[in-house]
T-cell receptor, first 114, second 118 residues
């Protein structure tokens, strides 16, 4: 069964460094998402992406964040200058098509900023 | 804006007992509703979904949920708990973006940790 994959599973970085989190969505899916879950808190929406552009972003998704689909398979989240409060589990999700509403999640990348 | 409230951050049941996890939602438009399960150190797995068809929906692992518009609820149930059901369960709501379009981002509740006692 196709699944969403994410790399790395765990990333440790120093404050102020740039990180890129990578995701490979399910191959025939058209809508892509990033969510994050700070330890002990709820899963929060960051950004959605469709047709090579951002379709919606949350207040969390400020200028330090960017997303890209550099080729036909990868979907990346870049944090330009990490802060301590960026430490969280980051989940990538994908959705197949317009009238298919369920999203399929990857296993997540745990980002630790020191 | 839409929101989800999950009553009870922790529910403990005995093996073989009924599982009932509560979810109430708030939405200004007809919502789509989902339950996801998260096992330790794993991602979110879709259990079941309501997308405006039958109000009683069945999911994987014997779980089901009933959409009740009058109560704005979407509670998750399972007749008989199994040890393997121990996990965190998240209710989520999805609605079209306010400006239209096809985004359908998910808004999650805080989650309910289910423990199953032998």
């Amino acid at each position: 069964e196709p699944e969403v994959t994410q790399t790395p599973s765990h990333q440790v970085t120093q404050m102020g460094q740039e990180v890129i989190l990578r995701c490979v969505p399910i191959s025939n899916h058209l809508y892509f998402y990033w969510y994050r879950q700070i330890l002990g808190q709820k899963v929060e929406f960051l950004v959605s992406f469709y047709n090579n552009e951002i379709s919606e972003k949350s207040e969390i998704f400020d200028d330090q964040f960017s997303v890209e689909r550099p080729d036909g398979s990868n979907f990346t989240l870049k944090i330009r200058s990490t802060k301590l409060e960026d430490s969280a589990m980051y989940f990538c999700a994908s959705r197949r098509q317009l009238y298919s509403y369920e999203q399929y999640f990857g296993p997540g990348t745990r980002l630790t900023v020191t | 804006a839409q929101s989800v409230t999950q009553l009870g951050s922790h529910v403990s049941v005995s093996e073989g007992a009924l599982v009932l996890l509560r979810c109430n939602y708030s939405s200004s438009v007809p919502p789509y509703l989902f339950w996801y399960v998260q096992y330790p150190n794993q991602g979110l797995q879709l259990l079941l979904k309501y997308t405006s068809a039958a109000t009683l929906v069945k999911g994987i692992n014997g779980f089901e949920a009933e959409f009740k518009k009058s109560e704005t609820s979407f509670h998750l149930t399972k007749p008989s708990a199994h040890m393997s059901d121990a996990a965190e369960y998240f209710c989520a709501v999805s609605v079209p973006h306010l400006s239209g379009g096809s985004n359908y981002k998910l808004t999650f509740g805080k989650g309910t940790l289910l423990t199953v006692n032998p």
